[in-house]
Nanobody, 116 residues
């Protein structure tokens, strides 16, 4: 069974940067979209960014201009470069992968803490 594993989370000061990665362990997939969601304590999850197989992207308004999503199609890997991090970016970040046949995968999450 394919699993996606996130990495790159951690503790960073406001204004700092982190780069999240999400890679599969398993067979090659036919992926349509790859994205990142984040979950805040006692709040709903929100879509952070998503990228299609052709490189079209969409971002939450709160991260536009600060975060960049990219993907390596050859390795089914998605990245999230996070710059100018703010206290309110503190959350658990999850990657989401959707294949062309509609099969959906979620990673187990990586914690990002922005604190001085």
């Amino acid at each position: 069974q394919v699993q996606f594993v996130e990495s790159g989370g951690g503790l960073v000061q406001p204004g700092g940067s982190l780069r999240l990665s999400c890679a599969p362990s398993g067979s090659r997939l036919s992926i349509y979209t790859m994205g990142w969601y984040r979950h805040f304590p006692e709040k709903q999850s929100e879509l952070v960014a998503v990228i299609t197989d052709r490189g079209m992207t969409n971002y939450a308004d709160s991260v536009k201009g600060r975060f960049t999503i990219s993907r390596d199609n050859a390795n089914n890997t998605v990245y999230l470069q996070m710059n100018s991090l703010k206290l309110e970016d503190t959350a658990d970040y999850y990657c989401n992968v959707v294949e062309w046949d509609g099969t959906e995968y979620w990673g187990k999450g990586t914690q990002v803490t922005v604190s001085s």
